[in-house]
């Protein structure tokens, strides 16, 4: 998927807490010191699957960002309020991630636990709303996560490795405005 915005560029690594790279925040070295995250307020454009930090989430999930899509979406999910479908749905995205990380850091137990609720989450959203949602088809994410989680991934890429994509999925957003994600 390429960026939504020419300005935003993938950052030099993917930080892996307990890794050899520094917090991407926090740390003067971090590829994202001194950014502050602005709250985002949701008009009708920003809402669905063509938001633009709902979709720079999926880019960083894609090519291995966990920590990073993981904090693209946590903004959104506040701006959602936390509660509805689309907020659990970005909830499922973010225990996602973190099932992701977990994998990176080698923590099994943790991979399990996060893609496990992501699950049940996607299934929940699942049964209120339909088998669609935010451009996702959810009972496939459903799968995903519990294979996930019943068979967790490892780290394909050496240690220390600056980015490394651990799922052989990637997440494929519909935008179209039904927001029904296309198979082909």
């Given amino acids: 998927m390429a960026s939504t915005d020419p300005t935003d560029q993938l950052p030099p690594y993917a930080f892996v807490p ?3 790279w520094p917090h991407p925040i926090s740390s003067p070295q971090g590829h994202s010191f001194g950014r502050t995250a602005s709250k985002i307020e ?7 699957s063509r938001s633009r930090v709902f979709l720079r989430g999926v880019e960083l999930f894609n090519a291995g960002y966990y920590w990073e899509a993981h904090e693209a979406w946590e903004g959104l999910w506040h701006a959602y309020g936390r509660h509805g479908a689309s907020a659990d749905v970005l909830k499922a995205l973010i ?10 850091e080698g923590r099994e137990h943790g ?3 996060h893609a496990g609720r992501a699950a049940e989450l996607f299934a929940s959203v699942s049964k209120q709303v339909g088998r669609h949602h935010l451009g996702l088809d959810l009972d496939q994410w459903i799968e995903r996560a519990r294979q996930v989680a019943a068979d967790p991934p490892h780290d394909p890429s050496p240690a220390g490795a600056a980015v490394s994509r651990v799922f052989t999925f990637q997440l494929e957003i519909d935008t179209s405005p039904g927001g029904a994600p296309v198979h082909g």
């Fill in 18 to 20: 307990g890794g050899p």
């Fill in 42 to 48: 949701l008009s009708d454009r920003d809402r669905g």
């Fill in 95 to 104: 225990k996602l991630a973190a099932a992701g990380l977990k994998v990176r």
């Fill in 111 to 113: 991979v399990c636990t």
